[in-house]
């Protein structure tokens, strides 16, 4: 059963924006930490943001100032609004959930569970 579904993705170019959700279902609509990553072909998965259950929200320091992650509680939606995009941001962008309930650990993609498919962003220069 999918649990999180990524979706919103796109091709732009620098300087564009896109907004991505994730739709949550099953046990991790639960109040739990969320996480968006990101992995460009032949790198390692990269966290990109975190939200908390208190609001409280981390960003990695390349997306600082141009992403935004939020929720929307009553829909279950997860989004990520990007704006000033550059072609580094270029990559298939994934939603996590916290393995435990309880913690909110850093964005480790080890301790983050619930992978989609993930929903593939594109920015050309």
């Known amino acids: 059963q999918e649990l999180l579904r990524e979706s919103g993705g796109g091709s732009v170019q620098a300087g564009g924006s896109l907004t991505l959700s994730c739709h949550i279902t099953g046990y991790l609509s639960s109040q739990r930490c969320m996480g968006w990553f990101r992995q460009a072909s032949g790198k390692d998965r990269e966290g990109v943001a975190r939200?908390?259950?208190?609001?409280?929200?981390t960003y990695v320091d390349s997306v600082k100032g141009r992403f935004n992650i939020s929720k929307d509680y009553g829909k279950n939606i997860l989004y990520l609004q990007m704006t000033s995009l550059e072609p580094e941001d270029t990559g298939m962008y994934y939603c996590a959930a916290a393995r435990l309930i309880t913690s909110c650990p850093p964005l480790i993609a080890e301790d983050y569970l619930g992978w989609g498919q993930g929903t593939q962003v594109t920015v050309s220069s």
């Open positions: 939200l908390e259950p208190s609001g409280e929200t």
